[in-house]
């Protein structure tokens, strides 16, 4: 069992950037990946990007690819998502999971932190 604990969420304009952070407690994840997905109004939940946690792949989604970074402090069990040059259609409410696989699928989910892009 893990808990995850998303911040960094808040309101930006377009072309901004922000940068997430997730903390996760309880056991370590070795090689198990952590990454993030999120949900817009009105929508399913997503994939956007994840991480192997002992190796350091990365795999996102082609709307964010080039735009957003995901990377890994294993010292400090957190996991971050840099976004750059954000835009509208980002706005979500964006989850870190643990257990990733298959870049779809997840054993564990935080509770989510809102981004909100405005035009």
């Known amino acids: 069992q893990v808990q995850l604990v998303e911040s960094g969420g808040g309101l930006v304009q377009a072309g901004g950037s922000l940068r997430l952070s997730c903390a996760a407690s309880?056991?370590?994840?070795?090689?198990?990946?952590m990454g993030w997905f999120r949900q817009a109004p009105g929508k399913e939940r997503e994939f956007v990007a994840d991480?192997?946690?002992?190796?350091?792949?990365?795999y996102y989604t082609a709307s964010v690819k080039g735009r957003f970074t995901i990377s890994r402090d294993n010292a400090k069990n957190t996991v971050y998502l840099q976004m750059n040059s954000l835009k509208p259609e980002d706005t979500a409410i964006y989850y870190c999971?643990?257990?990733?696989?298959?870049?779809?699928?997840?054993?564990?989910w935080g509770q989510g932190t809102q981004v909100t892009v405005s035009s």
């Open positions: 309880g056991s370590t994840f070795s090689s198990d990946g």
């Open positions: 999971a643990a257990g990733v696989r298959g870049h779809t699928e997840a054993r564990y």
């Open positions: 991480i192997n946690w002992s190796g350091g792949y990365t």
